[in-house]
């Protein structure tokens, strides 16, 4: 095996994404991206893809892509005719460019303006077609480093493959893609390629990043099941939504799928532009409370008018509730409960005869979330993640604290300070 990597060559290869393009959409394919052992090409969220685009623009460092090269045979005049497999670069260039450069995909509404020749553009929420003329040109004449192999076995690209990804960190919340298996990875990523999870959400660079989309996503869908299956959790934090995307990789079923769908899309109907109360806090709440507007017949413009009056005015129980240890469950109940309380209250519904969004005994009533001692309830005894100034629950974001992955034993989860601090080698 030792003598066969002598003669592997490796050279360089001096193409643009355009030309790439070209090959991959030709009816000859020129190129491919269908080796066996790859992980599956749905990983990559919204955001990361938009991180590789302004990536592009800026001129930051992107790492090689990796092709197999093979003759095919000859031409008419004799010239060798090669094909190329994508080893490594499949989500850079499969998934995410030729698309983009197709208008499949929006860029994220996170993403910070890029300054280009000395000049400054917004391209935030953004089609391909929609950015100046000179970024299309930056992007589609893109050079990659493009490495090509040839004279390789299978078994030599395999063990080449994996070696590339062996070192790759992957935040918390790109773990839990793994672990939901690939079709609920699918629909996953295809609810948080919506406006809401694209446009609307009020999340800083840094949590764009770990995916926290995907992180708010997955705690909606628990506090979800809590409502409907009485699942019971200790906390939303990021290593319980790890064990919890374990736990519904085979048992989300189409019924659990359509129902949330319903609700995203409700969503993306509501909120079409940033909102600042749709922050890390607030937003796995407002899933839930949209659950229940849609099922009271509630039109999306007018829940989204609720939720900006809520965010305007005062309740303590709230407040307190997205203190210190915000992600424990008695306090994510306790905001649960007082935007539930305040929706009916908003709408003039009789609160005993809405599906509230858990079970509990204490008083459904608009006395216990005005009261100044209503926020006695709530659990204040550790620090656990992005635990936001008091009273700044509807304020714009300031760069959150890291989840500290508490899992309710008050030990720390070592998987939570592995991050993903950019593009790097993308774990295909």
């Not at 690209?157 to 939901?180: D, H, P, R, T, W």
């Not at 849609?294 to 203190?323: C, I, Q, W």
């Not at 998987?415 to 295909?428: C, D, P, R, V």
Request: charged share 25%.
């Amino acid at each position: 095996m030792g003598l066969r990597w002598i003669w592997m060559n490796r050279s360089s290869l001096p193409v643009s994404v355009n030309t790439m393009k070209k090959w991959f959409e030709s009816d000859d394919k020129v190129l491919q991206c269908t080796l066996p052992f790859q992980r599956h090409s749905g990983m990559w969220s919204p955001i990361l893809k938009s991180n590789l685009v302004w990536s592009m623009l800026a001129d930051s460092y992107i790492p090689p892509i990796v092709l197999l090269k093979d003759k095919r045979g000859s031409d008419a005049k004799g010239k060798d005719v090669f094909g190329y497999q994508v080893l490594e670069g499949q989500q850079r260039l499969i998934t995410t460019l030729i698309p983009f450069l197709n208008d499949e995909w929006t860029l994220h509404g996170s993403v910070e303006p890029v300054e280009v020749d000395g000049f400054t553009y917004d391209i935030a929420g953004k089609k391909y077609s929609e950015l100046e003329e000179e970024l299309q040109d930056i992007i589609k004449n893109y050079r990659f480093t493009v490495q090509a192999i040839e004279n390789y076995t299978m078994e030599e690209a395999e063990k080449l493959y994996f070696n590339i990804n062996s070192g790759v960190a992957l935040s918390a919340m790109q773990k839990g893609k793994a672990k939901l298996g690939n079709e609920l990875m699918e629909f996953v990523n295809t609810l948080l390629s919506g406006k809401f999870f694209t446009q609307a959400i009020n999340i800083t660079e840094k949590q764009a990043l770990k995916e926290d989309d995907l992180l708010m996503l997955m705690q909606g869908m628990a506090l979800l099941d809590q409502r409907h299956e009485h699942r019971e959790f200790k906390n939303i934090s990021a290593a319980s939504m790890l064990s919890y995307a374990k736990n519904i990789r085979n048992s989300y079923n189409e019924e659990k799928q359509q129902m949330l769908m319903e609700v995203i899309d409700y969503l993306d109907s509501a909120f079409e532009n940033k909102n600042k109360f749709l922050r890390k806090n607030n937003t796995p709440i407002v899933i839930v409370i949209a659950k229940i507007a849609l099922e009271n017949g509630v039109k999306p413009e007018l829940f989204r008018a609720f939720v900006n009056d809520f965010s305007n005015s005062l309740y303590p129980a709230y407040e307190e509730a997205s203190g210190s240890g915000n992600i424990k469950i008695v306090n994510v109940n306790q905001r649960l409960k007082v935007m539930f309380i305040a929706m009916c209250n908003y709408f003039g519904w009789n609160i005993d005869e809405i599906g509230k969004p858990f079970e509990s005994e204490d008083a459904w009533t608009w006395e216990s979330i005005t009261s100044e001692n209503s926020e006695d309830d709530a659990d204040t005894s550790s620090s656990d993640e992005d635990s936001p100034i008091m009273g700044s629950f509807m304020n714009e974001p300031t760069e959150d604290a890291d989840d500290t992955g508490v899992d309710g034993s008050g030990e720390e989860d070592e998987s939570e300070a592995e991050e993903n601090s950019g593009i790097s080698a993308e774990s295909e």
